[in-house]
């Protein structure tokens, strides 16, 4: 534990609304005693040098995949919790596609039990379906009471209507949102990559960017019909970007968040890799004009938050043939380089914009409030820049499993250091 | 060590640029010309009363086939007995991977066998890249998936040489499922890469979409707009699977509209018709047509040794110096 300490000499960064403050950030007893010029403290209190380094509230990952419990050999609440302290990120929302799946109150419970040894806030995010299954609502109150900010049966479509429509009456009542995985898979019954140019030449099976519209489209008539707050999880069409655009010109609940690698690669990477496992996911990589599309809803608000879809699988599972391997990769550890490469840099988002999609915007969608950067609040906060270069290797990697495509990739901006729950951990440290 | 002749190609080992043969996205048309010449040269040994050299003496080919196959099999068998290296092969039914190991693991085992060359089949595209990854064997690909199979598109394209004089001038029209072909993307591979001008022809249902801009070539769902101009027609086998997965309605419809027949062959009376078989007689193409004297399917299955001779001896390892 770290209760006390002094963050001298960075430039606080609050995201909304914006400001920016050169000050020394101190901290007793877990919350922020003061904030600004700090004069010289006794000598046991230890001290960061945050010298050109930026300090927002503590970052969160909206989709991320812990595979607790059932699935302990590709990850952990503990594992995966390193992962995000070495990406930045204080809080995640974790995702119910485990085993069981997190579909009654206990197994929420057990997954928050998990966290209480770490600093991450872990937030469970509970099924849609009872089992999973797609045929009858999960005890949703039950779930909430239980802590779980959000449903969705993600991995999986809610794949009826009707259900869809039930799922997003029901949890109107619980002011919660219903966070749908957008794919018609009547569409795509054995896709293994993008439908397109690249699938025509490589032989694999298409995923039509239709598959994924499809969904979005019914998804926001039937948020119309009930009132029902519906977030698009890892939107990743041009189409897709521009109907969630509507939905919001139209005063529809609807929010929408992006992946950092459906901003970054393409599905040229498939066939670029030879195949390799880690370019396969759902949805998949699309074209460089759905990349560009997905950069424009960032820039003009109608993609809400960035989130990673942080997916491990060991290596045994994924060093198969493609059409074999699982779907989904890392992201936790790799999110912020990414983002400060292909979203700051080239001007797509300034800095306080990014921080906002992973601060404010996340924790407004899950009803959660967002911390501050405020003498006599809890210290909850992420301390990083923008403008480091620096290459990504195997080594940085916290997560239990290695399933990435970015190893040896380009970064820019870097995460230093997290504190949260009355700990100091410097990125990559644990 | 003898060259089965002493003609000038042979004598420049290491003109391929690769070190396996996965598929032909990368290879250049002096690659794939020094393939079908020494190709051709392996045609000659083979219509020799000894049909053997001693050229992978030493060397050992496995073939790894996770899917049905008897003739590329066979082919390669033969091809490989004919060099004189070691064959060893494993099928899916015989092998370990029942058992619930994986490729890799399959892989290596074979490899600890100090097998030099893995000839591998497979209904997953990508797995001989993935194979070529995992072992430091030489891989060579004998179909994955409806991704590539460039010893077939190799020999086809060795069978037209022989009948034509410049691929520049030549129209090939593939007609069939392009989409679950890996003969078709393949030969439209070695086909462009050597000049010709190729046209994709099938029902929409099985035309990837985007093809035009995935490969240089021209795409039609009309028969008669695929023969026109055309000097080489190649009809692709209809798998019946893809009818119960509503791809065509019935084999009667895709005869009737894709099916090619005498009255196409008197209309084109310089056609000639190729097919990668094996040949569903009335669908793709009728009796007739199969039978005809300006079918070459025949050589094509003749072609086939000759030009899998040709790419061991020229990718795998010699042993010449151990």
């Known amino acids: 534990m770290t209760p006390h300490l002094l963050l001298r000499g960075g430039t606080l960064l609050r995201p909304r609304p914006q400001t920016t403050q050169d000050a020394d950030l101190l901290i007793r007893d877990g919350t922020i005693a003061a904030i600004g010029d700090v004069p010289d403290v006794d000598d046991d209190l230890p001290v960061y040098d945050a010298s050109g380094m930026l300090i927002s509230p503590g970052w969160m990952d909206m989709h991320v995949h812990l595979r607790e419990p059932g699935y302990e050999h590709k990850e952990t609440v503990a594992t995966g919790s390193r992962a995000a302290l070495a990406g930045g990120f204080t809080d995640v929302a974790c995702m119910p596609n485990t085993d069981p799946p997190l579909h009654t109150r206990d197994v929420v419970e057990f997954v928050r039990e998990r966290a209480e040894d770490t600093p991450v806030g872990v937030h469970p995010i509970a099924c849609v379906s009872k089992e999973r299954a797609g045929n009858e609502i999960a005890e949703m109150a039950d779930l909430r009471d239980g802590g779980a900010v959000a449903f969705s049966d993600d991995g999986a479509p809610v794949p009826t209507a009707e259900l869809m429509r039930r799922a997003l009456e029901y949890s109107s009542m619980l002011d919660r949102p219903i966070i749908n995985h957008m794919e018609e898979e009547t569409l795509n019954p054995s896709g293994q990559m993008h439908e397109g140019a690249v699938s025509a030449r490589l032989g694999l099976d298409g995923i039509p960017a239709a598959s994924e519209d499809v969904m979005i489209a019914r998804d926001i008539e039937l948020a119309a019909l009930t009132g029902g707050a519906l977030h698009v999880a890892h939107i990743s069409t041009a189409r897709g970007v521009e109907l969630v655009r509507r939905a919001k010109a139209r005063g529809l609940p609807v929010t929408a968040e992006v992946c950092t690698h459906h901003l970054t690669l393409t599905d040229a990477a498939v066939e670029r890799t030879g195949f390799d496992t880690n370019t396969k996911m759902h949805p998949p990589l699309r074209s460089a004009a759905d990349v560009d599309a997905l950069k424009e809803g960032l820039a003009d608000g109608t993609i809400d938050a960035i989130c990673t879809d942080h997916a491990p699988h060991a290596s045994y599972e994924k060093q198969v043939e493609f059409a074999h391997a699982p779907f989904g990769i890392l992201g936790l550890e790799t999110a912020w380089g990414l983002i400060g490469r292909e979203l700051i840099e080239p001007g797509v988002l300034s800095v306080a914009e990014a921080v906002r999609k992973l601060t404010v915007a996340p924790r407004r969608i899950l009803r959660l409030d967002a911390p501050q950067l405020a003498e006599g609040a809890p210290a909850r906060l992420t301390v990083f820049d923008a403008s480091t270069e620096w290459t990504f290797m195997e080594d940085d990697l916290r997560s239990k499993s290695e399933n990435t495509p970015f190893t040896d990739a380009e970064m820019v901006g870097r995460p230093w250091a997290v504190y949260s729950d009355g700990q100091f951990v410097e990125c990559g440290a644990a | ?322």
Not at chain 2, 98 to 119: I, P
Not at chain 2, 249 to 265: C, V, W
């Open chain 2, 1 to 322: 060590m003898a060259a089965p002749t002493s003609s000038a190609p042979l004598d420049r080992p290491g003109a391929l640029h690769h070190r396996h043969l996965l598929d032909l996205s990368t290879y250049e048309a002096d690659e794939i010309r020094y393939l079908l010449d020494t190709a051709q040269e392996f045609r000659e040994v083979l219509d020799r009363p000894i049909r053997q050299v001693p050229t992978l003496q030493g060397t050992s080919v496995a073939s790894l086939f996770f899917e049905p196959s008897t003739r590329t099999k066979l082919s390669f068998t033969l091809a490989a007995g004919r060099l004189s290296a070691e064959t060893v092969s494993l099928s899916k039914s015989s092998s370990s991977v029942t058992k619930g190991e994986t490729l890799k693991d399959t892989a290596r085992n074979v490899e600890a066998m100090q097998v030099d060359v893995v000839v591998l089949r497979h209904p997953s595209p990508g797995a001989p890249h993935f194979l070529a990854r995992c072992t430091d064997s030489v891989v060579l690909n004998a179909g994955d998936g409806a991704h590539a199979h460039p010893t077939q598109a190799l020999l086809d394209v060795l069978t037209m040489r022989t009948h034509i004089d410049s691929f520049e001038d030549l129209s090939v029209s593939v007609i069939g499922d392009i989409t679950h072909s890996r003969v078709a993307r393949s030969n439209v591979q070695a086909l462009t890469t050597l000049g010709a001008t190729v046209t994709l022809c099938g029902p929409e249902t099985m035309l990837p979409v985007e093809m035009e801009a995935a490969m240089d070539v021209r795409t039609t769902t009309r028969l008669d707009a695929a023969l026109d101009g055309c000097d080489i027609a190649m009809a692709l086998r209809i798998q019946m699977e893809r009818q119960d997965a509503g791809l065509f309605p019935s084999t009667r419809e895709y005869h009737r509209q894709f099916g090619i027949t005498a009255d196409h062959l008197r209309r084109h009376p310089d056609l000639l018709i190729m097919h990668p078989g094996p040949v569903n007689r009335g669908i793709e193409l009728t009796d007739a047509v199969v039978d005809h004297e300006r079918s070459i399917i025949l050589s094509q299955v003749t072609n086939g040794v000759a030009l899998r001779m040709a790419a061991l001896y020229l990718l795998a390892p010699r042993r010449e110096d151990a």
